[in-house]
Each structure stands twice: as C-alpha cells, then as structure tokens.
T-cell receptor, first 109, second 115 residues
Framework: AQSVSQHNHHVILSEAASLELGCNYS??????LFWYVQYPGQHLQLLLK??????LVKGIKGFEAEFIKSKFSFNLRKPSVQWSDTAEYFC???????FGKGTKLSVKP | GAVVSQHPSRVICKSGTSVKIECRSL??????MFWYRQFPKQSLMLMAT?????????EQGVEKDKFLINHASLTLSTLTVTSAHPEDSSFYIC???????????FGQGTRLTVV
C-alpha cells in the first residue's frame, strides 16, 4: 500500500529562517507526490506536485521540493519563511490521497 | 482552480440522530470523491473513496453502516453519519479529483458536534 511519513510534527522558525520539511514514501513503482498546505481556517490547497521529469519542483509562494529516489524522499523547502507561511503542511501521493501526519509550521514574526 | 463546496460547515446534533453532509464539485464533474476525518492536532484520515454510480470503498476500520456514502451524480457525494454518538464528533472533509485525475480539490470541511 502507498504510504508516506512526515517526521517533523511541529516546526517553529523565526522569519527569514530556511525551511525543510521531510516527507518519505515507502512504495515502489511510479511515484507521484504532492504537498498540500492548510492555512488556519482555510481549505487544504495544493502547494506543488511531482509526477516525473525534473526532480526539483517549484510551487507557489516560493516553495520547492526535491524528489530524491535514492532516499525515498520528497522534502519541502523554502529559503526564507514568512509569518504568513504559518500553516499545516501535508504530503500525499495523488493516487490514494492518503496523507502523512502533517507538519505544523509556526513562524514567529 | 476548481471549487468543491461542502455543506454544512457546522452542525450540532443530538446523540442517536443522523446527519448528512454534502460535497459538491461546482465547476467540474468528479467521478471520484474522498471523505476524510480529522481529529484535533492530527492528520487527515481517509475514510472512504466515493465512486459515482458504484459502492464506496471504505478504509480498514471504518464502519460502512455507520458512515453511509452516496455518490449518485457526478457533482454530488453525501456522507451520512447514522445514529451519531459523541465520539463521532470531528471535522469531516471531502475532496474531489479534477477531470484529469491528478489534483484534488478540498471542501471547507464540516465540524460535527454530537451532544
């Protein structure tokens, strides 16, 4: 079965700090992965997606993620976070939409 | 992007009654919709996959008779929590895949409180 895991449950950063949130997958075959974000009081929305091709994927709001097959990872990154990035972030394969546990990001102004 | 509307956003019901939650894709047809439950400070847990015109596929541990799913049209799926109990109180979220079958769009969620 397709599954993903997110090991960082709560990350607290100051503004302008760099961010990396981990996502590991544990299934074979074709690997497609999405990152979703849920801002406080809002719907989940797609941040970025990887299907194939360039393993470095750029998403909205300055986020990017790199698919590293050898590490079974698809970590989310942002060079400089802002207070408005405070949200919960979820990793999931689109086929099953079974989510990792989510990582809550709190950015201190 | 596409819009998924979920209704109601909040509902309070008495123990033993049933509650229906609707999930509509407003500007696209969704052959597949997903229902999730989210406990406080936890991730979304997939409850079931709703397929238009056929029976829903439930995840392990989810009671089919308790959480009735109907996907009678390409734009509407409903989740009925039957004989609700306080432990069913939770945040329920639906999503629908776009026609290309890749990106999923989420409803705003329904906060169910059973008293």
């Amino acid at each position: 079965a397709q599954s993903v895991s997110q090991h960082n449950h709560h990350v607290i950063l100051s503004e302008a700090a760099s961010l990396e949130l981990g996502c590991n997958y544990s299934y074979g075959g074709t690997v497609n992965l999405f990152w979703y974000v849920q801002y406080p009081g809002q719907h989940l929305q797609l941040l970025l997606k990887y299907f194939s091709g360039d393993p470095l994927v750029k998403g909205i709001k300055g986020f990017e993620a790199e698919f590293i097959k050898s590490k079974f990872s698809f970590n989310l990154r942002k060079p400089s976070v802002q207070w408005s990035d405070t949200a919960e972030y979820f990793c999931a394969p689109p086929q099953s939409l079974i989510f990792g546990k989510g990582t809550k990001l709190s950015v201190k102004p | 992007g596409a819009v998924v509307s979920q209704h109601p956003s909040r509902v309070i019901c008495k123990s033993g009654t049933s509650v229906k939650i609707e999930c509509r894709s407003l500007d696209f047809q969704a052959t597949t919709m997903f229902w999730y439950r989210q406990f406080p400070k936890q991730s979304l847990m997939l409850m079931a996959t709703s397929n238009e015109g056929s029976k829903a596929t439930y995840e392990q541990g989810v009671e089919k008779d308790k959480f009735l799913i109907n996907h009678a049209s390409l734009t509407l799926s409903t989740l009925t929590v039957t004989s609700a109990h306080p432990e069913d109180s939770s945040f329920y979220i639906c999503s629908a895949r776009d026609p290309g079958g890749t990106e999923a769009f989420f409803g705003q969620g329904t906060r169910l409180t059973v008293v």
